[in-house]
């Protein structure tokens, strides 16, 4: 059974950072590409960031500069450093698994907010 599980998120101010993180079982996770997505109130689910499995990565527009993603195979988990946060980073992330086929984390609340 394929688990994604996020963890990390939460309330911050504008200006600050928060460190997610999404373990994964069930899966030969040096095998697999993995990334973030992340969907806000009334807003199509967008890519984030991504990272193969030979840790080459790819960032949306919006969070270069800002966002790092990175992962740690021995450990089977993958993490998004977020800082510089905006209010308009305020979203729900979602870490995905892909090697053919996309396997999800539940999510995980990132507020951005004074």
């Known amino acids: 059974q394929v688990q994604l599980v996020e963890s990390g998120g939460g309330l911050v101010q504008p200006g600050g950072s928060l460190r997610l993180s999404c373990a994964a079982s069930g899966i030969i996770f040096d095998f697999y590409a993995m990334g973030w997505y992340r969907q806000a109130p009334g807003k199509q689910r967008e890519l984030v960031a991504s990272i193969t499995g030979t840790s080459n990565t790819n960032y949306a527009d919006s969070v270069k500069g800002r966002f790092t993603i990175s992962r740690d195979n021995a450990k089977n988990t993958v993490y998004l450093q977020m800082n510089g946060l905006e209010p308009e980073d305020t979203a729900v992330y979602y870490c995905?698994?892909?090697?053919?086929?996309?396997?999800w984390g539940q999510g995980t609340q990132v507020t951005v907010s004074s």
């Open positions: 995905y698994g892909r090697r053919g086929i996309n396997y």
